[in-house]
């Protein structure tokens, strides 16, 4: 009786903004847990140290921020766009520009390493949307050639020339996976660090 109560409710469309917000809230919660579990995991067991009820912490922790911002940026940008919505009777494409920057710098803005990966990821999301928007309004000719590889070349020499020179300017998380890759490979003591492990310590 009360399940056919609560799906008569949400198939009625009365309740749509305020149910829209809360499955926003539901969504982002979700969604960050699958995305930060798998790669706190990762990254924490791979260049982690520490006890294991240390690394487990390190990565719950990782997990809670990313799903808690997902989730709480999700719910005040829906709600922002809503009270908007019903203020001008019609949703104006201002109005997200508006909330995902009072979102953004509530959520978002404090400087911990979580909120660092998920902005630049979007930077770099963004800077290539700028692009196609450009080209699709002419302000930019369309190439003629396949310039991807170009782009490519130019991203691994900037960033290779930034590890090898100045990397404490990079991600952190970027530097100890470009330190397993290209100097960890340079050390080795015999057989076992070799083929199978770094040995502590080792740069």
Do not use: C
Not at 53 to 64: D, G, P, S
Not at 79 to 92: A, D, F, N, P, S
């Amino acid at each position: 009786m009360a399940a056919s109560m609560v799906n008569e409710v949400l198939a009625s469309g009365r309740y749509h903004d305020v149910l829209s917000i809360l499955k926003g809230l539901r969504n982002g919660a979700v969604y960050g847990v699958k995305i930060r579990a798998p790669h706190a995991l990762v990254m924490t067991f791979l260049f982690g140290s520490g006890s294991l009820r240390n690394k487990l912490r390190v990565i719950f922790k990782a997990t809670y921020t990313h799903s808690k911002n997902l989730a709480s940026f999700v719910f005040l940008y829906k709600t922002i766009l809503v009270i908007m919505r019903w203020l001008e009777g019609k949703q104006e494409g201002a109005h997200s520009l508006l909330a995902g920057f009072i979102g953004g710098y509530i959520v978002f803005g404090e400087n911990n390493k979580v909120n660092s990966q998920i902005n630049m990821y979007l930077l770099s999301r963004i800077l290539f949307g700028a692009a196609r928007m450009a080209r699709d309004k002419g302000l930019i000719p369309d190439p003629k050639v396949d310039v991807f590889p170009l782009f490519a070349a130019l991203v691994w020499a900037i960033v290779m020339w930034q590890f090898e020179t100045n990397q404490s300017v990079l991600q952190q998380s970027l530097q100890n996976s470009m330190t397993y890759l290209y100097h960890d490979s340079n050390v080795w003591h015999g057989i076992s660090d070799f083929l199978w492990r770094n040995k502590p310590g080792q740069i």
